[in-house]
């Protein structure tokens, strides 16, 4: 699929291999923004967003400087709590933001979601004026990550110039990472759910999380994890499901499995529109969670969501 050329829509991947291409790709965009009046917004790991705010000096003041390794730990959150939220409130000309989402330190069990978010960016903004330039560092992160790249971004950047991507198909890499995701471990707290259920189940998953060792603070946001797709289960799944659970590293993961099929890929990446009834559960549990990993089918769907135990 060759990349669209008359939507207002700017996707582009910067390839850099040091501090000094970084900051050529990403200053130059930045002050081309302000230049133009146009609002501008980083989301970045740490480190780079110390050498952007270093190097812009008395102009960092006019940009909104955010911590991806924060704002995004989980990907599914970047979309309506990075971009949207910070896009939204700018609705009159262009708006220019940088979101660096994938870094070194990202571990494996998060790419997937790392690489549908990118592709995802695309159908999030179709049609708006928005600018979102993403960094890619080609010395540190894996041939895989830089070639899925070439396939979520309609134009690529680097040294050699600006190009488009004769490999750009967004949809392939939502497709592609629609993988079944592992089975629970071995002596998993499981429960089966209906309707009938839903309560005890949630209890169930919060005595859990208290003799696993949770803070008390990241109980409640399990609870609602809990509450919320197990809830969805029951009303879009079929009518009920599994809900599994077990300590995974510094996590506890939350595993639901039911018998429905999620059909919009932006499911929970939108903000609700004003006055909207209804539709808030996986926004939520995206926005509470420390990761969020889906895989849906004609056969079912299973929702994994890993949530700090401190």
């Keep these: 699929m060759q990349a669209r050329t008359t939507d207002p829509f700017v996707h582009p991947a910067l390839f850099y291999s040091d501090s000094a291409e970084y900051l050529a790709g990403t200053i130059g965009f930045i002050r081309a923004g302000l230049a133009n009046d146009e609002p501008v917004a980083v989301s970045v790991p740490g480190p780079n967003l110390a050498l952007i705010r270093a190097e812009l000096g008395a102009d960092a003041q006019h940009v909104k400087l955010m911590d991806m390794t924060v704002e995004g ?49 695309n159908a999030a903004f179709a049609g708006r004026e928005v600018s979102i330039l993403c960094p890619y560092d080609t010395e540190r992160l894996h041939p895989t990550v830089l070639a899925d790249a070439h396939v979520t971004h309609p134009t690529l950047i680097d040294r050699i110039g600006e190009r488009a991507s004769a490999a750009y198909d967004p949809d392939r890499i939502v497709a592609a990472y629609n993988q079944p995701l592992p089975a629970p471990r071995f002596g998993a707290e499981t429960i089966a759910f209906d309707a009938t259920a839903l309560a005890a189940t949630r209890h169930r998953a919060v005595d859990y999380a208290r003799e696993a060792g949770m803070a008390e603070e990241r109980i409640i946001d399990l609870e609602l994890v809990v509450a919320e797709t197990t809830t969805n289960s029951v009303v879009h799944g079929g009518g009920s499901g599994t809900l599994a659970l077990w300590v995974e ?11 429905g099929h999620i059909t919009d890929p932006l499911a929970g990446r939108r903000p609700p529109e004003p006055f909207q009834f209804g539709g808030r559960g996986l926004l939520l549990v995206n926005h509470l969670s420390d990761l969020v990993r889906i895989c849906t089918g004609v056969d079912g769907t299973t929702v994994q969501m890993d949530l700090r135990l401190a």
């Design 73 to 121: 730990r989980n990907p599914g959150r970047i979309i309506p709590g990075v971009l949207r939220a910070f896009a939204d409130t700018h609705q009159d000309g262009r708006v220019r933001i940088i979101g660096e989402p994938i870094w070194a330190g990202r571990s494996d069990t998060e790419y997937p979601a790392c690489a549908q978010h990118e592709a995802l960016i």
């Design 249 to 259: 590293g510094t996590h506890i993961r939350c595993q639901v499995r039911d018998a």
